[in-house]
């Protein structure tokens, strides 16, 4: 009996051991994903160039790591538990252990609507701790109608009801079975047998300690901007707060090189002209080794139309 209940403990430590990395591997994937997409989000409709859109210096936001985490929890856990004569969406006919192929159906509204809620109610709370307990905006829509505390609002909110959609029908189908590849993979490669990958399993704790480091380091700058905050009595807009500072750096450089004697200011100013001199310099060698002509300037290739030019064109030109 003892033994029995040893091998028992054993196995539910080892299948949880294999759930944590697997969300692990989920939670990562999420949070350089999410940073992807707001990225050019910002480049394309907001900022209109590239910016860190996160608090952290890596390429990783864990608001979107929760995200997927979330999602995919929530969607298993509702499909999985729902009664049997419920019929989901399930398009590769092997969706959590589903033996049914199935197109979109009026039941998909469920897992749908409550992912929605859910990542609406993950916004709402990350946002609240940063502004409540850091005195710090990573977000603002205060200025949107209908915002709550500035967090949340109608019109982001039916963006997380779109990508619950898209994700739904789009990729929970494809990330699962992604879940279940990898799983087998790192778990399941030697007959079986409960031995895992320890190629990836150490890759992802060096991504995880570089992640914890930059987090803490994150943390450790909040926790500054959370005491100029409460001196000011106020919140303050991270992105806002960013910006002035680097103003900050570029006055106090230009005022630093207004004070440099013009003798010092010359020579730095040639040394300067030199390196870029001897980049330039190396730049050619390397062009030269790949390059029949390293003088010749591909735009010049296309007209004012952006029309590619023909050789005898291109020679009349010359």
């Known amino acids: 009996m003892c033994k029995t209940y040893l091998f028992l403990e054993a196995n539910v430590s080892i299948t949880a051991g294999k759930i944590l990395i697997t969300y692990l591997l989920m939670f990562i994937f999420g949070c350089v994903l999410g ?3 707001e990225v050019l989000f910002r480049r394309l409709f907001t900022a209109h160039r590239f910016v860190n859109p996160g608090f ?10 929760f995200g997927l985490v979330l999602m995919s929890t929530v969607n298993y856990l509702l499909i999985s538990n729902l009664p049997s004569d419920f019929i989901f969406y399930n398009p590769l006919g092997n969706l959590y252990e589903l033996s049914y192929i199935s197109g979109p159906t009026a039941y998909d509204l469920i897992p749908i609507m409550i992912v929605a809620i859910s990542l609406i109610g993950l916004e709402f709370i990350a946002g609240l701790i940063f502004v409540k307990g850091f005195k710090v905006r990573l977000w603002d829509y205060s200025n949107m109608k209908g915002n709550i505390l500035g967090i949340i ?3 982001f909110s039916f963006f997380w009801l779109v990508v619950s959609i898209i994700y739904y029908y789009a990729v929970n189908p494809f990330v699962y079975k992604l879940n279940t590849m990898v799983f087998n993979f790192m778990f399941e490669g030697n007959n079986g047998n409960a031995t895992s990958h320890y190629l990836i399993i150490f890759s992802l704790g060096i991504i995880y300690g570089i ?3 930059d987090l803490i380091t994150s943390l450790n700058i909040f926790a500054k901007i959370t005491s100029l905050a ?11 707060l960013l ?3 680097k103003e900050r750096l570029k006055l106090s450089k230009e005022k630093f090189l207004a004070l440099i004697p013009e003798d010092i200011k010359v020579s730095y100013e040639n040394k300067k002209k030199s390196n870029e001199e001897r980049n ?8 030269s080794l790949i390059l029949k002509d390293p003088n ?14 023909r050789e005898d064109e291109d020679n009349k030109m010359s």
């Open 280 to 287: 330039n310099r190396f730049i050619f060698k390397v062009k």
């Open 35 to 37: 940073y992807v997409l």
């Open 211 to 213: 992640f914890i480091i």
């Open 153 to 155: 609002c109608p019109l």
């Open 243 to 245: 910006e002035t500072q």
């Open 56 to 65: 952290m210096k890596g390429p990783w936001l864990p608001l979107y790591g």
């Open 230 to 240: 409460k001196k000011v009595g106020k919140v303050v807009g991270y992105e806002k």
């Open 296 to 309: 010749k300037d591909s735009t010049n290739n296309y007209d004012k139309d952006g029309r590619p030019i």
